[in-house]
């Protein structure tokens, strides 16, 4: 059975998109929900590990609407989160 891993994204959006990329490597489903900010669209790193997470089939979304992702209500993704076997918080 495929374990489902969710990254948090908060504070360190560079960093904690470039783990996501990262655990795509091995077995697992990868989520990615960036919680609470606007996503630093003009930070080349965050651009490159969006690229590269969607090039992979990985659509990160977010509880803001106005971000330039997809939205997912924050109850939603709460509820997303309860379904994983890992959860990490950036």
């Known amino acids: 059975?495929?374990?489902?891993i969710a990254v948090i994204v908060?504070?360190?959006?560079a960093e904690a998109l470039r783990m996501a990329v990262g655990l795509t490597l091995g077995?697992?489903?990868?989520s990615v929900f960036i919680l609470d900010q606007a996503l630093k669209h003009d930070?080349?790193?965050v651009g490159i590990s969006l690229e590269t997470l969607n090039e992979l089939g990985?659509?990160?979304v977010s509880n803001r609407p106005d971000d330039k992702i997809g939205?997912?209500?924050t109850e939603d993704i709460a509820l997303?989160?309860?379904l994983?076997?890992?959860v990490l918080s950036y």
């Open 58 to 60: 990985i659509r990160p």
């Open 84 to 86: 994983c076997d890992t």
């Open 43 to 45: 930070d080349q790193t």
């Open 71 to 73: 939205f997912m209500s």
């Open 10 to 13: 908060r504070d360190r959006q």
């Open 80 to 82: 997303a989160l309860a």
């Open 1 to 4: 059975m495929t374990k489902k």
């Open 27 to 30: 077995e697992a489903e990868v």
